[in-house]
């Protein structure tokens, strides 16, 4: 399967936690994007990398979200401390060089109790 | 500020008649769209996808319109099916921002047999 993965698919944690999620791109992909879904709306932008150099972050929803692409290959979105505000899907999607349109993972589902 | 609107939140559609889904925006620096269709707890799944320069773009049953002028694109699907049924996101997005993905709020079809 040549597609986005995501993992875990679910996580559950205890607020004040902190929580990271990984994302595969399909390959060859050079740009990857991570987006926030909570119920009942779209998706809504966080970050993007472009091969290991992530180009835009000022929509991480706050100082707490970071992510890395160290080798221009997977990601990694983390979140400390969280807040039971924090709950929602967490979606990845990759677009290759030259290419328009973005594929998007599965999703991490998070829960903060 | 809601750059992508989709007024409907909901579509009830006959099987094989016709779903016609409503997208609005109001950023003109948009200059590509697509829609994806969503079903619970997995990522969204590309549909189709038009470019600003074109009004028109058919893939088998889907076809989107683009209205420029109007700031307006629809997805027409025909004949509709039962396995339609989803969460439909149209999706906008402007070369000059890195390609980020705006989405509307969605709009849930149910295909009735």
């Known amino acids: 399967d040549t597609g986005v993965s995501q993992n875990p698919r679910h996580k559950i944690t205890k607020r004040g936690q902190n929580v990271t999620f990984r994302c595969d791109p399909i390959s060859e992909h050079n740009r990857l994007y991570w987006y926030r879904q909570t119920l009942g709306q779209g998706p809504e932008f966080l970050t993007y990398f472009q091969n290991e150099a992530q180009l835009e972050k000022s929509r991480l929803l706050s100082d707490r979200f970071s992510a890395e692409r160290p080798k221009g290959s997977f990601s990694t979105l983390e979140i400390q401390r969280t807040e039971q505000g924090d709950s929602a899907m967490y979606l990845c999607?990759?677009?290759?060089?030259?290419?328009?349109?973005?594929?998007f993972g599965p999703g991490t589902r998070l829960l903060v109790l | 500020d809601q750059q992508v609107k989709q007024n409907s939140p909901s579509l009830s559609v006959q099987e094989g008649r016709i779903s016609i889904l409503n997208c609005d925006y109001t950023?003109?620096?948009?200059?590509?769209f697509l829609w994806y269709k969503k079903y619970p707890a997995e990522g969204p799944t590309f549909l189709i996808s038009i470019s600003s320069i074109k009004d028109k773009n058919e893939d088998g049953r889907f076809t989107v319109f683009l209205n420029k002028s109007a700031k307006h694109l629809s997805l027409h699907i025909v004949p509709s099916q039962p396995g339609d049924s989803a969460v439909y996101f149209c999706a906008a997005s402007a070369n000059n921002a890195g390609n980020m993905l705006t989405f509307g709020g969605g709009t849930r079809l149910m295909v009735k047999p």
């Open positions: 950023n003109s620096m948009f200059d590509y």
């Open positions: 999607a990759s677009r290759g060089p030259g290419q328009e349109t973005q594929y």
